[in-house]
Structures are given as structure tokens and as C-alpha cells.
């Protein structure tokens, strides 16, 4: 499969291929502070450097829904870019932290799919993991999204 800015169609993914995701983001002290004040997650491990010095990483930890978010938006060109819905996400996990300035890539694997009744329509099944510069595993998810056929 080749990789799309407007995304891809139900018969371009593959049961069993690894799409590395080619957008990545540097996640910075403004993301989380704007993200924790959009959210009203004001936890003192979020935003205080003083809290956090008490703590196990003596360190900000970035918000984990802001992980969360990010990288299902830097899978978008890929995988959902064309997607009628996504229908489910499910088993989030959070794998590692993520601090102020980490670098962000993810990839996802295509895990199954199938047809539905409408002809012109399948579900994509994938799973997708988040890493940092280290190609520490930070986070995955999996999801079933809706895709048009050709």
C-alpha cells in the first residue's frame, strides 16, 4: 500500500502489513499546557515542575489523552483519511511516559478486515503503537474504522 495524503480505500490494506506512519511531532511544554487547559486536567504532575520534583521521573509528565490524540491524528493520512466513521476504539494503553519535548512516531498494523452489507463499504481492524526518539513503546490502541471501497 502507498501512503496518501487523503487517505486509502478498503481494498488497499492488507490483513498482517505495518504501515510506519511518515508524520511525527515533537510535543512541546505550550502543547501540554494548552491541552491540560482545553481538557481542565489541571493535575500538579501536568504542570507544576515543583510537584513533579517529589515525584517518580522529577519531571512533566505530558497529558496522556494529548498522546492519545496526537498520534490518531498522525495516522490519519493513512488510515482514516477516507473513512466514513471510525466505529470503535478500544484497549488504550499507555505504555511508558512521554515528557515535554519527546518526539512522537507511531505505526500501525492492519490486524483483519471484512465486508459489510453495504457493497460499497469494509471494516479495517488495526492496531497502532506509539513510540518516542528511544523507540520507547509510549502507547497503543487499536480500532475499527469504516472505509469506502474503490
Known sequence: MRASNLGNYYEDFKVGETIEHSLSKTIFESDN?????????HHPVHLNLEH???????QILVVGTLVFSLVVGMTVPDISGKAIANLEYESVKHLGPVFINDTIYAKTEVL???ETSG??????YVETIAYNQNRDKVLSFRRKVLIPKK
Open 33 to 41: 499546557n494548552f491541552f491540560s487547559l482545553l481538557t481542565m486536567n
Open 112 to 114: 483483519d478486515k471484512w
Open 52 to 58: 513533579c520534583a517529589e515525584h517518580q521521573y522529577k
Open 119 to 124: 457493497k460499497d463499504r469494509g471494516v479495517i
